[in-house]
T-cell receptor, first 112, second 116 residues
Framework: DAGVIQSPRHEVTEMGQEVTLRCKPISGHDYLFWYRQTMMRGLELLIYFNNNVPIDDSGMPEDRFSAKMPNASFSTLKIQPSEPRDSAVYFC??????????FGPGTRLTVL | DQQVKQNSPSLSVQEGRISILNCDYTNSMFDYFLWYKKYPAEGPTFLISISSIKDKNEDGRFTVFLNKSAKHLSLHIVPSQPGDSAVYFCAASAKANTGTASKLTFGTGTRLQVTL
C-alpha cells in the first residue's frame, strides 16, 4: 500500500490567495483526519470524517478554512483567503476506526 | 489549554544509554495513550500505545509506563540508537469505543538526539 498521499508537498502563496491541500487516504480506511502542526501549538486536529461525512470540525480555526470529502479516496482542505499566520505543516491521516492513525508526509504551507 | 504536555522540548542521550521521554496530561477522561515518532519531512509514525487499564506496555526496545494517579506517562528506549533520533509526540484519546475512531490530542513533542 502506498500509504496516505498528500499534495502538494510544499506550497508558497501570497496573502489573500486561495490554497487547496489534497489527501488520498489508505484504501479501506473509513476515517480521515486533518491536522495542523506549528511550533507553538504542536499537532492540532482541525476536522475529521467518517465514511466521507464530517464528524467534528471544532478545530477548524475560522470560516476561512473548509474541508470536503467527496468520496472515500479523496479529501481537500481549503483556505480562502490565506493569511501569513496560516503558515504551518498540514497533515492528513487515516484509520480504520481504531486508535492508531496513519499519517501522510504533510504539506508545508508558507503564506507571504 | 494544552491537555497533553511534553515539558522537555529536547533531550540528548548517548548511544547505548536509556532515553526517557515524559508526558503529562490534565484530562482525566483520557483512557488511551500513544507515542508517535517523527523524522524531518515525514509524517508521524505510530510507535507504541497503552490503555488506561495497564501501567506498562513493552515492545522490543520501547516501553511505555502509565501512572494514572499522577496523570503521567513516559517512554523508555533501551538501548538508544542513533536511528532513534527524531521528534517524539505523546498523544491521548478519551473513551474510545470499539470500532470507533477517537480524536487524538497531541503534545508539542520532544526532540531526541542520540549521540555516538
Amino acid at each position: 500500500d502506498a500509504g496516505v498521499i498528500q499534495s502538494p508537498r510544499h506550497e508558497v502563496t501570497e496573502m489573500g490567495q486561495e490554497v487547496t491541500l489534497r489527501c488520498k487516504p489508505i484504501s479501506g480506511h473509513d476515517y480521515l483526519f486533518w491536522y495542523r502542526q506549528t511550533m507553538m501549538r504542536g499537532l492540532e486536529l482541525l476536522i475529521y470524517f467518517n465514511n466521507n461525512v464530517p464528524i467534528d470540525d471544532s478545530g477548524m480555526p475560522e470560516d476561512r478554512f473548509s474541508a470536503k470529502m467527496p468520496n472515500a479516496s479523496f479529501s481537500t482542505l481549503k483556505i480562502q483567503p490565506s493569511e501569513p499566520r496560516d503558515s504551518a505543516v498540514y497533515f492528513c491521516a487515516s484509520s480504520t476506526g481504531r486508535n492508531e492513525q496513519f499519517f501522510g508526509p504533510g504539506t508545508r504551507l508558507t503564506v507571504l | 489549554d494544552q491537555q497533553v504536555k511534553q515539558n522537555s522540548p529536547s533531550l540528548s542521550v548517548q548511544e547505548g544509554r536509556i532515553s526517557i521521554l515524559n508526558c503529562d496530561y490534565t484530562n482525566s477522561m483520557f483512557d488511551y495513550f500513544l507515542w508517535y515518532k517523527k523524522y524531518p519531512a515525514e509524517g508521524p509514525t505510530f510507535l507504541i500505545s497503552i490503555s488506561s487499564i495497564k501501567d506498562k506496555n513493552e515492545d522490543g526496545r520501547f516501553t511505555v509506563f502509565l501512572n494514572k494517579s499522577a496523570k503521567h506517562l513516559s517512554l523508555h528506549i533501551v538501548p538508544s540508537q542513533p536511528g532513534d533520533s527524531a521528534v517524539y509526540f505523546c498523544a491521548a484519546s478519551a473513551k474510545a469505543n470499539t470500532g470507533t475512531a477517537s480524536k487524538l490530542t497531541f503534545g508539542t513533542g520532544t526532540r531526541l538526539q542520540v549521540t555516538l
